[in-house]
């Protein structure tokens, strides 16, 4: 009990500094529960007394923390006061009189603190070089472990005028009861400390899962079994929040040395008592109220063109992987449903659309997501978070918000402070021994791969001056697209397709005999669209803006330019290009050809005279409605294209919709759009693990939750479409009340009251028998079910479309509603 005293102390300041923030910033939080740690070891190493920071904590004096302490010779270091000049560290400013006096270690030291729980624990150490008469602190240097956990190795304080505070959260195993700090110094060298903590923090603070970048899916393994150093600890959009405003007693600094963009941004915040904690997920431990009635959003959020992403930089060691946190709750919005934007770390896509007020059941609500950065993506030693807009969601205005960010370094083998392959510990071989070796190993390697590159680059020197070599990814804007960085590779790919491409005339000919289709002159296409003229242009997608043109034999085309500032890139581009040449179906559009010069990505199809499905639905355009039978026979026929690709071609479309649905001259169906396609699981493999990918209210619930793909992912969206179709509205329509917004469960609902008819689109209402209406809904509402197991294959879903068109069809001819 007597451990826990001095942080008893600290929760009553706590809960007292609260109330008076309340008074002075009118903004009246409901008070916290206190987290009262069961073990609580706060040592002031070489302090006379106890010293009580403002924040309410009590650390012990060298005298009372004396029995945890172990060691062979040890020296006490003071000084009368300490300047802040070189620390620009805000944690510093709550913690100076902890850097006050310091112990001096000229042996292995040893602290031992027993334990009465295991499970997770802060391990916070103060270090600064006070002066001292014998000992030159700053000429320290020295290693710190945890039990058998390296924290520091060969630590040196590479600046005097700085403090330096080192954060880590362990977890103590089942059958451990107690912690073991070790100090150890090199030969002739010494070690030393200003003050220690050793603190329980409740086990929910870190979950047992998160989401891995790369790739985008379920990180293996559970987050417990690893040990952290906390990087960075930022309040987005916020001023900094002191540890005596933080349950844990946390530290969180101000995100404006890290935003790189900052023009961009706006901050926004919300009295306390706006934040409603939800009873599972983000509570008051996991980050306090003063981050979450902060936040910043984009600057301008009502405009309807913003063409740029918030991004925040911070440096990290590339030898091991971090764990992120971003906190979010949405503060800005006025209803439900009408914020979505993305997250990318690295350039990488680490959640697509993300709507707040879907994943929290309403707004202000708190909420936050984990991911595990590997260091394969780690470039130059730092990591971007960037958010952008969703801006494929319509009709809702771009915006995005971020409340909170934390970054915290991963252990590995055992180290929190060893480069990946090293060999701590290793007898015979001394830290700098290990590190001439591995430079030397380095070398070699290097110098064996430039000689490779020299012979290569000398065979292939003429090869390579024919070449456009303007990368694609230079036209795109430095923030949002970074999935642009991999146009560069544009060239080694289709090379890798066709072969040498010494020319462009014998790459055309390598594509054509392929069965790629036909290699497209940039000028020929300029012609074909009249310089790509505005006139041409028939609709836009995520790729870039689509164009009818006609060819000099008189035949029209529909003409994919990509966009520099799509969300869509070289991936997409050559995966169109890869399915489209595998398959060919009546019910697929059929790829003609395609361009790729003067950094261009162009796409050449065959005309769909009538457009897509969706703009007979719902579209803007004043169109003749569809009747009851053409829209099944739609259907019939882009069921017919799907059953293909997953039994013919075992290939998973990913981006099933309406507006992928296009129409020929004939209102014959045809599925388009490829470039987000996968190739199906093999046989003994049930799914695909990937990145979430897909439209907003098409997304197969399944699919977004577990990260794992499978034909009954478009069977899903295949099923939204068909409501669709029957109902003439959106996937989603943030105008209507919230049980409406979402048309699948909508639909769903009314179908299981019975009361369907009401809410099908009034023009075909009348002409519909309701055998047929039956046996679609119930084929619409089969592959809407939660879980892919229960959904109905491709084939199945053809064949009850069928009947209901057969149904329609005995209902017509016996010209008389039932």
């Known amino acids: 009990m007597k451990t826990q005293t001095s942080c008893l102390l600290s929760v009553h300041t706590f809960l007292l500094l609260l109330g008076l923030s309340r008074v002075a910033f009118s903004l009246p939080p409901p008070l916290p529960v206190p987290f009262i740690p069961p073990d609580c070891y706060l040592v002031d190493c070489g302090s006379p007394w106890q010293t009580r920071l403002d924040d309410g904590r009590a650390f012990r004096s060298d005298q009372e923390s004396s029995p945890l302490l172990s060691t062979g010779r040890d020296v006490i270091a003071s000084v009368g006061s300490i300047s802040m000049t070189g620390s620009s560290d805000y944690q510093a400013s709550f913690t100076i009189p902890l850097y006050r006096t310091a112990r001096i270690f000229p042996d292995d030291a040893m602290y031992v603190f027993l334990a009465s729980r295991p499970g997770l624990h802060w391990i916070r150490l103060y270090f600064h070089p006070i002066p001292h008469p014998v000992y030159n602190l700053a000429n320290a240097v020295f290693s710190v472990t945890a039990n058998e956990l390296v924290l520091l190795s060969d630590f040196k304080v590479q600046d005097p005028t700085v403090l330096v505070f080192k954060e880590y959260l362990i977890n103590l195993p089942a059958n451990a009861t107690k912690l073991v700090l070790k100090f150890t110094s090199r030969k002739d060298l010494f070690s030393f400390v200003n003050a220690i903590e050793f603190v329980s923090v409740p086990d929910s603070l870190i979950s047992t899962s998160a989401t891995a970048i790369p790739p985008t899916g379920g990180f293996q393994g559970s987050l417990l079994d690893y040990a952290y150093e906390v990087i960075y600890r930022l309040n987005v959009g916020g001023p900094p929040i002191s540890p005596g405003n933080d349950t844990l007693m946390r530290t969180w600094q101000s995100d404006d040395p890290y935003m790189t963009f900052p023009q961009g941004a706006s901050n926004v915040s919300v009295p306390f008592s706006t934040i409603k904690f939800p009873s599972q997920g983000a509570t008051q431990d996991v980050a306090p109220y003063a981050v979450y009635a902060t936040a910043d959003q984009m600057t301008d959020s009502g405009v309807s063109q913003q063409d740029f992403n918030l991004t925040w930089e911070v440096s990290c060691d590339p030898s091991f992987s971090h764990l992120i946190r971003v906190h979010f709750c949405d503060i800005v919005s006025t209803s439900l449903n009408e914020l979505y934007f993305n997250v990318y770390i690295n350039g990488i896509t680490a959640a697509l659309a993300l709507d707040l007020s879907l994943l929290t059941g309403g707004l202000d609500t708190p909420y936050y997501m984990d991911f595990v950065v590997s260091p394969s993506v780690i470039r130059n030693g730092s990591i971007t978070i960037q958010l952008g807009p969703a801006s494929s969601i319509e009709p809702n205005l771009p915006n995005v918000i971020l409340n909170g960010l934390e970054v915290l370094k991963m252990s590995e083998h055992g180290s929190l402070d060893i480069p990946r392959g090293s060999n701590f510990g290793e007898p015979g071989l001394s830290a700098n021994k290990k590190r001439i070796v591995a430079i030397a190993v380095l070398a070699t390697g290097v110098s064996a791969a430039l000689l490779l590159a020299r012979k290569f680059v000398a065979g292939k020197k003429k090869d390579w001056e024919h070449m456009n070599h303007k990368s694609f990814s230079s036209s795109l804007r430095p923030l949002g697209n970074s999935r642009a960085r991999l146009l560069s590779s544009r060239e080694s790919y289709l090379s890798s397709l066709f072969g040498s491409t010494k020319s462009r005339t014998s790459f055309s000919s390598m594509f054509m005999s392929a069965g790629f289709g036909r290699l497209f002159s940039f000028k020929e296409l300029q012609e074909a669209t009249q310089c790509f003229s505005e006139k041409a242009a028939i609709g836009i997608g995520g790729f870039g803006k689509v164009y009818v043109g006609t060819l000099p034999d008189g035949s029209k085309v529909a003409i994919k330019r990509g966009n520099p500032t799509s ?179 909508w639909a769903m609902k009314m179908n299981r009251e019975g009361t369907l008819r009401g809410i099908i689109d009034p023009r075909i209402v009348n002409e519909i028998s309701s055998d047929s209406i039956a046996k679609f809904a119930d084929a619409a509402e089969k592959c809407l079910a939660e879980d892919g197991v229960d959904r109905p294959t491709m084939s199945d879903v053809l064949w009850k479309l069928e009947l209901a068109l057969k149904l329609q069809e005995g209902f017509s001819d016996a010209g008389s509603p039932k």
């Open 567 to 745: 969300q869509q890139g070289f991936n997409e581009f050559q995966t169109e290009i890869q399915m489209l040449s595998r398959v060919r179906h009546r019910h697929l559009v059929s790829l003609i050809g395609y361009c790729d010069e003067n950094s261009e990505m162009i796409l050449v199809y065959e005309y769909m005279a009538n457009g897509p499905l969706r703009d007979h639905l719902h579209g803007s355009l004043n169109l003749t409605p569809l009747s009851w039978k053409q829209r099944l026979e739609i259907c019939i026929g882009a069921a017919r294209g799907l059953h293909y690709l997953h039994s013919g071609a075992a290939i998973i479309h990913r981006d099933v919709k309406s507006t992928n649905i296009l129409l020929d001259e004939n209102f014959i169906a045809k599925v388009s759009d490829f470039g987000l396609s996968k190739a199906a699981p093999n046989l003994d493999q049930t799914h695909v693990s990937t990145a979430v990918k897909g439209s907003i209210g098409y997304l197969d619930p399944e699919y977004f939750r577990r990260q794992q793909l499978s034909d009954k992912s478009d069977v899903y969206s295949f099923g939204v479409v068909l409501f669709e179709v029957l109902c003439s509205r959106p996937a989603l329509d943030p105008g209507l009340p919230r049980e409406q917004v979402s048309l699948a469960e």
